[in-house]
Each structure stands twice: as structure tokens, then as C-alpha cells.
């Protein structure tokens, strides 16, 4: 039971181009998400997902692309790298629906834009 | 949508006393209120929650409590040690988490 899995850990991108950070579950939790850390404003929404086939925005979602095509895969794509979005990203996992039951986070991937 | 404010934004206790993080949100219809504690490098780590159902509840030497009509609640540590020191984040919410922007604590020997 590997809980929530990221990868990568850390990358380096430059302007303008594109990646996908990827996201496992193996708990078979319902509700995924995606956050970003930045110093000093705490963590903040991009996208969330109710279940399988279910995507919705967050707070701060320009920029970023979700899909939800399992319940175990949530990957977050980069469209266009800008210097904004270097960050620290964590998913984060919850065992219902809802929220209500504490999230279970990755162990984050640290993403720098040149 | 949801708004949570932290307090203090930096706290430094000796060895062996109370720290308080306090947090307020502005939303109603919140009805889940949990606290992570995140180590310097590390994933945030849930460390206790609350419902909205109730109005205090403890786990050893960590309480949160919670005031729904003044839309506030808190965390109380006791007999602070060492490696209590990291960053706190509270945070609020029904469908999705809205996170305070955390409070750094620092716990002298």
C-alpha cells in the first residue's frame, strides 16, 4: 500500500513548455486533487475530482489541465511553462466523495520554470 | 467561496508551554476544519480535525475547538517539545479544502 504517489520529485522546465506531473492512488479514494505551495500563502486549489470521469477548477486553475479517467490516476498538465508556475505541488487523496475524511497528500514534486 | 485566516503567522515558545494557532473562515457552510502540520521538506501531515457537529475535541497533548457562530476555531498544544516545530496550517471547507497560509512554530530547548 504505497498511498499517494508523485512523480517527479523535482523539474526543471523551460518557458513554454510543457509537462504532466502524475498522481497515483492505490486507497481507492473517490476525491483527488491538486494543490500549489507557495512561501507564504499556504496551500492553494488548482483542480479537484469527485470520481472517475468528474473534474472541477479550484482557486487557481489557469494554466493547468486535469483529467480523471480512473479512480487511481489524477495528472496535472502544464500547458505552457511560465516562470509563475514554479512551485511546489502536492495531490492530495480522500477516502469519500467529499472531504470530510482528511486528505492523504504525495510527497509533493518541486517544479522550477526557467 | 471560502476565505480562512491563520494567526500568528510566526510563533516561538519555550520548551514546555502552550502554543495557540487561531483561525477564522468565512463561509457557513464549512463544515470540516482540519489542522496539518508540516515538517521543513516533508508532505503536510494531518494531526487532528473537527466537525461541525462538535465542539472540542483533544488527542493527547493537541485540542482544536471550534465556534461555529463566530466562525473561529483553534489549536491548543501543550507542553510544547522540540519537534513540535514546524509549519501548522489550518483549514476549512464542505466539498473542497481552503488552507490558512500556515503558522511557522518554533520551540526552544
Known amino acids: 500500500n504505497a498511498g499517494v504517489t508523485q512523480t517527479p520529485k523535482f523539474q526543471v522546465l523551460k518557458t513554454g513548455q510543457s509537462m504532466t506531473l502524475q498522481c497515483a492512488q492505490d486507497?481507492?479514494?473517490?476525491?483527488m486533487s491538486w494543490y500549489r505551495q507557495d512561501p507564504g500563502m499556504g496551500l492553494r486549489l488548482i483542480h479537484y475530482s469527485v470520481g472517475a470521469g468528474i473534474t472541477d477548477q479550484g482557486e487557481v486553475p489557469n494554466g493547468y489541465n486535469v483529467s480523471r479517467s480512473t479512480t487511481e490516476d489524477f495528472p496535472l498538465r502544464l500547458l505552457s511553462a511560465a516562470p509563475s508556475q514554479t512551485s511546489v505541488y502536492f495531490c492530495?487523496?480522500?477516502?469519500?466523495?467529499?472531504?470530510?475524511?482528511?486528505?492523504?497528500f504525495g510527497s509533493g514534486t518541486r517544479l522550477t520554470v526557467v | 467561496g471560502e476565505n480562512v485566516e491563520q494567526h500568528p503567522s510566526t510563533l516561538s515558545v519555550q520548551e514546555g508551554d502552550s502554543a495557540v494557532i487561531k483561525c477564522t473562515y468565512s463561509d457557513s457552510a464549512s463544515n470540516y476544519f482540519p489542522w496539518y502540520k508540516q515538517e521543513l521538506g516533508k508532505r503536510p501531515q494531518l494531526i487532528i480535525d473537527?466537525?461541525?457537529?462538535?465542539g472540542e475535541k483533544k488527542d493527547q497533548r493537541i485540542a482544536v475547538t471550534l465556534n461555529k457562530t463566530a466562525k473561529h476555531f483553534s489549536l491548543h498544544i501543550t507542553e510544547t517539545q522540540p519537534e513540535d516545530s514546524a509549519v501548522y496550517f489550518c483549514?476549512?471547507?464542505?466539498?473542497?479544502?481552503?488552507f490558512g497560509k500556515g503558522t511557522m512554530l518554533l520551540v526552544s530547548p
Open positions: 483549514a476549512a471547507g464542505y466539498s473542497t479544502l481552503t
Open positions: 473537527i466537525r461541525s457537529n462538535v
Open positions: 486507497m481507492n479514494h473517490e476525491y
Open positions: 492530495a487523496s480522500s477516502s469519500t466523495g467529499t472531504v470530510n475524511y482528511g486528505y492523504t
